[in-house]
């Protein structure tokens, strides 16, 4: 199974991940091999993978479970494409019913409330910003001053930030969707906080980051 993951499944697949969305499907793909990796394709029946996924789902969550029952469904289906199986043994991979929950903590109201009143300066500014607006780190880290229309109240989110990189926003969007998609809407007294923090900053400058390092960086 490793080798024609590797040969014949991941050259028609891996071109086009991003190397975020690598990492995570290589470590799921380990997840395969380091049960089937040794074993032919010829020698797997749909018993020994739904047992393999009722397994997983007793000590994984159910996002993993069902991402690695997506994963076997695509490379035994590829193998059959290839000749390399008459029939997919996963074609009736089930999910199980008794899935654990993902947990999901949150701040409650009295908690965001001490947050801000504790935080001060720019790190007060971004934490209204991201319990406005539900933003990403990665987002909120990306954003310079040209993306922020206080006449209008909204962030543009154009690029974003990973692994120390800045790389176009693209994630839920693509060339063909709406430019309405990357607009963030802000409430009016984030905006005025935005404004005020824009006149005490030294880096206040179109290009500058909005929450910028010590050194604008």
């Known amino acids: 199974v490793q080798s024609f993951i590797e040969s014949r499944w991941l050259p028609l697949r891996q071109s086009s991940w991003r190397e975020s969305t690598r990492v995570t499907n ?3 793909l380990g997840l395969i091999t380091a049960r089937f990796g040794s074993v ?6 749909a018993v020994a993978l739904q047992v ?8 994984r969550s159910k996002g993993l479970v069902h991402h ?4 076997l469904r ?9 000749d390399y199986l008459r029939k997919s043994p996963a074609r009736l991979l089930r999910i199980p019913v008794n899935l654990r929950p993902v947990p999901k903590p949150f701040l409650s109201v009295e908690q965001v409330r001490s947050l801000l ?11 209204l910003v991201a319990f406005a607006t539900a933003c990403r780190p990665g987002e909120l880290l990306a954003l310079q001053w040209k993306h922020f229309n206080p006449t209008e109240q909204r962030l543009q989110i154009v690029q974003t930030l990973w692994d ?11 060339q063909d969707s709406s430019k309405t998609l990357q607009q963030v ?12 923090y824009r006149t005490e900053t030294a880096h206040n400058n179109d290009v500058d980051f909005i929450f910028a390092a010590k050194y604008g960086d």
């Open 74 to 82: 695509s490379i035994f289906s590829e193998a059959c494409e290839q």
């Open 68 to 71: 690695i029952r997506i994963y």
């Open 26 to 28: 290589l470590y799921l």
């Open 185 to 196: 809407f802000l409430p009016e007294s984030v905006t005025a906080e935005l404004c005020r």
């Open 40 to 45: 032919s394709l010829e020698e797997i029946d």
């Open 52 to 59: 393999y996924v009722d397994e997983l789902a007793t000590r």
């Open 164 to 174: 120390g990189t800045i790389r176009p926003y693209t994630k839920t969007t693509d």
């Open 117 to 127: 009143n504790a935080a001060q300066g720019a790190d007060r500014v971004l934490l």
